[in-house]
């Protein structure tokens, strides 16, 4: 009998070494361990011994059983072990393959022109305002005192969104929103956004280009501050030697405005002078609607035309080129994107 046992042992071993799967193993516990499996046909045999034996035959089975199940046991956590290491095998990544490249844009000549500014201004004190582009005529207009059938209107003329509603021409009308909301006390800020005008557009013109405004507000604010900082950011844009020439020109919500060109050297001893910006002192009306006492304060403002300043920085001769997202155009100036 014990004879049996030990050639059982042996059977299970076997097939123990030979499974290679988890139900593999189950069906091998099941033939031999289960209530109608090879061991409990053994111990139903056991009956048929002499009394004295059974204790000792018994004990053998009763061993043989729990080896097998130690066998089964350490059989199922190789077969797990085995399982889980083909798992990762999938997964592993391969960190030495040749990835995705993902080209990095490049800033918008424009944006760049607009972040210098800012950069140079708010080092000078100044605050970043914002404004709608799709404007009041109260603050487009008549705030800025081109009041109704005011002749300079014509040279502004825009896109209507409803009969007082319209995409602003200029960036000014930020300047009577500041003066509301600063309720009398100084101010200095800029404010860079995109203008709209009814133009053809060309080489130089286009119906949606970009301003950035500046106004300040004090009291003994003079033209020598107005020209000294102008001076500064055009020096702080083409260089330490550049000159400018100021016009005088004419805007209603200035007294005097004036215009001001950045000049070019040309190769044959000949300058260029190319307008990049309106400005002048504060018209007193303005400082009234706009809640301040013109005895009081002063101040000044300017309106700076982006694009121009890009063409010159960048010698770009065609505006268009700015709105068409022309990769082999826009790549041309990297920017710094830190
Ligand atoms: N808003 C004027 C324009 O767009 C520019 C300007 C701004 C002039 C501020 C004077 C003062 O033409």
Request: net charge negative; proline share 4%.
């Amino acid at each position: 009998m014990s004879n049996n046992i030990e050639k059982l042992k042996e059977e299970i071993r076997l097939k123990v070494e030979e499974a290679l799967t988890k139900e593999e193993l189950e069906i091998i516990r099941n033939n031999y361990l289960s209530k109608k499996g090879e061991f409990a046909k053994l111990m139903a045999s056991m009956k048929d011994l002499p009394n004295e034996e059974k204790p000792a035959f018994g004990k053998l089975v009763n061993e043989a059983k729990t080896l097998i199940e130690l066998i089964l046991l350490d059989k199922l956590s190789i077969i797990k072990d085995k399982l889980l290491e083909e798992k990762l095998n999938n997964e592993k990544i391969d960190i030495t393959v040749k990835g995705d490249k993902f080209s990095l844009g490049t800033i918008h000549p424009l944006n760049q022109v607009i972040e210098d500014l800012e950069d140079f201004f708010i080092a000078m004190g100044y605050e970043v305002k914002e404004g709608p582009e799709v404007e009041l005529d109260l603050y487009n207009f008549e705030m800025m005192n081109f009041s109704e059938g005011h002749p300079a209107r014509d040279m502004q003329d825009t896109f209507y969104v409803e009969d007082k509603v319209l995409l602003r021409t200029h960036t000014s009308p930020v300047q009577a929103r500041t003066m509301l909301d600063s309720k009398n006390n100084p101010v200095k800020i800029i404010c860079p956004g995109k203008t709209y005008r009814r133009d053809e557009d060309d080489l130089t013109h286009s119906h949606q280009f970009m301003q950035i405004e500046g106004l300040v507000i004090d009291k003994n604010i003079s033209f020598a501050n107005l020209k000294d900082t102008l001076l500064r950011m055009v020096r702080h844009l083409f260089g330490e030697k550049r000159e400018i020439r100021v016009r005088p020109s004419y805007f209603p919500f200035v007294e005097p405005g004036v215009e001001v060109d950045v000049v070019v050297n040309n190769n044959d001893g000949t300058k260029r002078y190319i307008e990049v910006l309106g400005a002048g002192l504060i018209h007193p009306e303005v400082l009234r609607m706009g809640g301040y006492d013109p005895k009081e304060f002063s101040g000044f403002a300017f309106g700076i035309g982006v694009e121009r300043i890009a063409m010159l920085k960048y010698n770009v001769e065609d505006i268009r080129n700015f709105y068409l997202n022309d990769l082999r155009f826009l790549q041309q100036f990297k920017g710094d994107l830190s």
